[in-house]
């Protein structure tokens, strides 16, 4: 099926970009396209307008600075794979993205765009929380940023408005150093039917200090296992903490049946990938 009709614009500027997104409510923005156009194919999505942002220099810049790293919201997966920077101080990032879709998907698809899309089971959801991401939105009335738990309303909802765009993602630096991200891919599609994103730090007798987890694909939304969180601080892991932890963040998630996997299925592959991530992160 092909996309209804629409116009094409490319912004000079994000406030370029505003300006049209307010003047028609039913236009669009575009960077890599990867999760929008597919939606327009399938008329899912019927936009009056595509708005490009994709080449805009402020939505393309990697900072890694003292006290945190930034992602332009335009930065594309690939880009992310080659900053050796990132891959030092960011590695549960550079591992989440080396896993998503194909080549050719990372070449052109954005950061951004996983976010706006806020697909349940893009690799990211659970990175973005774990990772305490910041997103800065700028809007009509100026800019301010979201927590990355309250970024995700509902499956393919995000906290932006139409009028609103992403212009970059913000993590803090200092995070607990040992991080991994592991996941259970669909077998047709390759989207996390269970993803988790693990970072822990460890005292010199082996006892957590910190700990954050994060989980998507398996439930309705990514969320944040803090129950597995709250079990395994102050404790010395083995794997008896391990597997109590990992069904306690389970319990947080949502789930539901959609005709292929079962909510209860879901929720146990959650548990199982909650402990895998533990275990890889203190390899780490």
């Known amino acids: 099926m ?3 009709a629409f116009r094409y614009h490319r912004a000079t500027t994000v406030d370029d970009a505003l300006a049209v997104l307010s003047a028609d409510a039913e236009a669009k923005l575009v960077a890599g396209g990867h999760s929008l156009l597919p939606m327009m194919k399938l008329r899912i999505a ?7 942002v994709g080449r805009l220099p402020e939505l393309n810049t990697v900072d890694v600075e003292a006290d945190y790293v930034a992602l332009g919201a335009a930065v594309p997966y690939a880009r992310v794979l080659g900053d050796r920077r990132l891959g030092e101080v960011m590695p549960l990032l550079s591992q989440a993205v080396a896993v998503i879709a194909d080549p050719q998907v990372r070449q052109r698809g954005t950061v951004g765009g996983s976010a706006v899309h806020a697909d349940p089971a893009s690799d990211l959801g659970a990175v973005f929380i774990a990772a305490q991401a910041r997103l800065v939105v700028r809007g009509p009335s100026g800019e301010w940023t979201i927590p990355a738990d309250e970024w995700y309303v509902a499956p393919l909802v995000a906290n932006l408005a139409a009028d609103e765009v992403l212009v970059r993602i913000e993590f803090p630096r200092g995070l607990p150093e040992r991080q991994a991200y592991v996941k259970f891919p669909h077998p047709a599609s ?3 039917l269970a993803g988790v994103a693990a970072l822990l730090s460890l005292d010199s007798a082996q006892v957590v200090q910190r700990v954050h987890i994060a989980v998507t694909g398996a439930g309705t939304m990514p969320f944040r296992a803090r129950s597995a ?9 083995t794997s008896a ?3 109590a932890a990992q069904m306690a963040g389970a319990d947080d998630g949502e789930y539901a049946d959609d005709g292929e996997y079962s909510a209860a299925y879901r929720r146990n592959l959650a548990g199982v990938m909650i402990g895998r991530a533990l275990k890889r992160a203190l390899d780490r």
């Open 2 to 4: 092909m996309p209804r």
């Open 46 to 52: 019927s936009p009056s307008a595509l708005v490009d």
């Open 190 to 192: 390759g989207y996390a």
């Open 229 to 237: 969180e709250e079990r395994l601080v102050g404790q010395t892991i």
């Open 241 to 243: 903490v391990i597997d």
